[in-house]
């Protein structure tokens, strides 16, 4: 939606292994958010960013999750150590003209062996 | 936090029929949006409705902010409606805080 784009679509790695997930949002717009989605727990923020600065990143689960935003554009979002539960599918939106309104790009599913 | 309730879980309709999807939130908000989420898992921005009402062909939405709640209509429900409905909710530009969702399935 509204030219977000993610990749990778599909990442399987094995339990252990460090994995960056990234995001193109639409060129101009200055907010940024990941969220996740996985069957127990639904639909989760876990952090947005204004800019390159992130004023929240309450949604974190654990200090092996972190993103990082450069030049207000492209943001990647790394797992440090990947356990299973951390199997997910991994949405990130941009704002959009309503300033708002958040557009989701198609998401990267992560599969943690 | 923000709580978000959505009601019903589930709804199964034969082709044609009119549904009322509902959206309880525990707090005043600023940002309220629907989703439709189809079988390939991409969230479709259906409307942006913090209040009032607003239509789109079949589709229309109305939010009560005083209230606390937010409908979303179908009418004359077509297969290709079928897959998950999100309403979620936040104060502004940050975080939404996403209902756990209705499932429609619309039957032939």
């Known amino acids: 939606g509204a030219g977000v784009s993610q990749s990778p679509s599909n990442k399987v790695t094995e339990k252990g292994k460090d994995v960056e997930l990234r995001c193109d949002p639409i060129?101009?717009?200055?907010?940024l958010y990941w969220y996740r989605q996985s069957l127990g727990q639904g639909l989760e923020f876990l952090i947005y960013f204004q800019g390159n600065s992130a004023p929240d990143k309450s949604g974190l689960p654990s200090d092996r999750f972190s993103a990082e935003r450069t030049g207000g554009s492209v943001s990647t979002l790394t797992i440090q150590r990947t356990q299973q539960e951390d199997s997910a599918v991994y949405l990130c939106?941009?704002?959009?003209?309503?300033?708002?309104?958040?557009?989701f790009g198609p998401g990267t599913r992560l599969t943690v062996l | 936090g923000i709580q978000v309730e959505q009601s019903p879980p589930d709804l199964i309709l034969q082709e044609g029929a009119n549904s009322t999807l509902r959206c309880n939130f525990s707090?005043?908000?600023?940002?309220l949006q629907w989703f439709h989420q189809n079988p390939w898992g991409q969230l479709i921005n259906l409307f942006y409705i913090p209040s009032g009402t607003k239509q789109n062909g079949r589709l229309s939405a109305t939010t009560v902010a005083t209230e606390r709640y937010s409908l979303l209509y179908i009418s004359s429900s077509q297969t290709t409606d079928s897959g998950v409905y999100f309403c979620a909710v936040g104060p502004g530009a940050q975080k939404l805080v996403f209902g756990q969702g209705t499932r429609l399935t619309i039957n032939p």
């Open positions: 707090d005043s908000v600023n940002n």
């Open positions: 939106a941009g704002d959009g003209t309503s300033v708002n309104e958040q557009f």
């Open positions: 060129s101009g717009h200055t907010a």
